[in-house]
């Protein structure tokens, strides 16, 4: 997630051979691009401390290939997505500042939600062990969508992408965002699945990903 | 390579006909085919197929005796091309739905290549129809298509003549290079147009962020072929020698 996050960087700063020389180092005249590059690098940092932190996993490492995949699919999105979102063609978003808080405010929320589920799966499972169990909602509202999601956390993130993408008005951050959807669809679903099999009284109203629909 | 690619994943895998254990590449196969409407329905395939690119070859030779030249026969069976190779398409359906043990992405990955060198090359790019290269590969994949389309038809029958199994596995040492050939030099001209165009491109600004250069673009998948053509390749001479000698060896027990 560090490669991410410092790829992004590069560009918002308009570090040399990007763009154009005459480019080097200067700074957007769009609020949103700030915005932008506070959101994506703020999502990142999140991530790395949540791997620190916050989560316990049931396996022990990655195998390397697919750290080889993975890498190359983060640093690929974040160099292809922020080299639109900080080039000096760059066109704000069509509805101005109305559309940015929006998208920013959905960017927010699902970020909150998505660190509220992973405090919560993380307080499911006691330090060191692995056992599993069915996650319920808890006192905080972030957690309610347990009760129509088996993967709030896949929910949550595909908002925050989302939002991310209206915020920017780019195609390539929507593209990564339906990349990413999918992908996770998959996960939720299979965890769906492993939930269902491994406990008899699982709430039948949750869907894998999307409530209701998915 | 889009030639070579539809015979050599379709022999990896077995082939596209569901051969019921017709030992093709190992003698330890599990007899498991396709069911008697599913098999009913591939075999009228592969015929329709084999017909189609039969017609694309009569009308290739009758083409060049009326003419009098081989220099662009590409109008006299353009659509019979473009309506059998898009019609290839279907083979993916017949993977995904289990009627054909070959894998999606493989035969997704050589029926797109066709396709996107017929639409996105040939049909969208005006100023190459009339070059000697397109000829090349169409040639190339006519020999091939009649030939594996036959393949697939007498397979689902279970009887297959030797000459079309020793045409499949050996004609493609060819008509592989052939194709490729034709493929690349058909790209290659037809690069000055695009730039020109500026064709399927779209650059900055514009209020989705967005940049495509198609120029660009098919210069990557030139590159492409540079790795995956020797693989594909080797793996179909492998391929040969396996077919090959397994059959020699079934004729010494009989």
Redesign the interface.
């Known amino acids: 997630y560090a490669g991410p996050l410092f790829i992004y960087l590069l560009f918002y700063f308009r570090v040399p051979f990007i763009y154009g020389h005459k480019y080097d180092f200067t700074s957007s005249r769009h609020t949103v691009v700030h915005l932008a590059c506070i959101c994506h690098s703020f999502h990142y940092v999140k991530r790395l401390l949540e791997t620190l932190f916050v989560h316990r996993f049931s396996h022990g490492t990655m195998p390397l290939r697919n750290i080889f995949k993975n890498c190359t699919y983060y640093w690929g999105f974040a160099a292809w997505m922020a080299y639109y979102i900080n080039h000096p063609l760059y066109t704000p978003p069509t509805y101005g500042a109305q559309q940015v808080k929006l998208a920013l405010a959905i960017f927010v929320i699902c970020q909150l939600g998505n660190f509220s589920i992973h405090m919560a799966l993380r307080d499911l499972r006691p330090a060191g062990s692995k056992t599993r169990k069915i996650p319920y909602p808890t006192k905080n509202p972030f957690t309610w969508l347990f009760l129509l999601v088996s993967c709030p956390n896949y929910t949550y993130e595909v908002g925050s992408w989302i939002g991310f993408a209206i915020m920017t008005q780019c195609l390539p951050v929507a593209l990564f965002s339906l990349v990413g959807f999918t992908q996770m669809t998959i996960w939720a679903k299979g965890k769906h699945r492993s939930y269902l099999k491994e406990f008899r009284d699982y709430p039948p109203l949750r869907m894998p990903i999307i409530p209701f629909v998915l | 390579m889009a030639a070579a690619a539809a015979t050599a994943a379709a022999k990896g895998n077995g082939g596209g006909g569901g051969r019921a254990g017709t030992g093709d590449a190992s003698g330890t196969r599990k007899k498991k085919g396709p069911g008697p409407l599913a098999t009913a329905y591939l075999v009228i395939y592969n015929v329709v197929m084999t017909a189609g690119w039969l017609v694309i070859a009569v009308g290739l030779v009758r083409a060049y005796l009326a003419k009098g030249s081989y220099h662009s026969l590409y109008y006299s069976i353009e659509k019979p091309l473009k309506f059998f190779q898009t019609g290839a398409l279907l083979e993916v359906l017949h993977c995904a739905i289990g009627i054909v043990p070959s894998s999606v992405v493989l035969t997704s990955f050589q029926v797109m290549s066709r396709v996107f060198l017929i639409w996105a090359v040939t049909h969208s790019v005006k100023e190459v129809q009339t070059e000697d290269s397109v000829l090349l590969f169409v040639i190339a994949w006519t020999i091939t298509e009649i030939i594996r389309y036959s393949f697939y038809t007498f397979s689902l029958l279970n009887h297959l003549p030797y000459l079309i199994k020793w045409a499949r596995y050996t004609l493609f040492i060819v008509l592989y290079p052939m194709g490729v050939s034709g493929e690349l030099l058909t790209i290659y001209a037809a690069l000055p147009f695009v730039r020109q165009a500026g064709l399927y491109s779209i650059s900055?600004?514009?209020?989705?962020?967005?940049?495509f250069d198609y120029y660009a673009f098919l210069i990557l998948i030139m590159i492409s072929y540079i790795p995956i053509f020797p693989q594909l390749y080797f793996h179909m001479i492998h391929q040969r020698r396996k077919v090959l000698s397994h059959t020699e060896e079934h004729k010494k027990f009989e």
């Open positions: 900055l600004p514009n209020k989705y962020n967005f940049s």
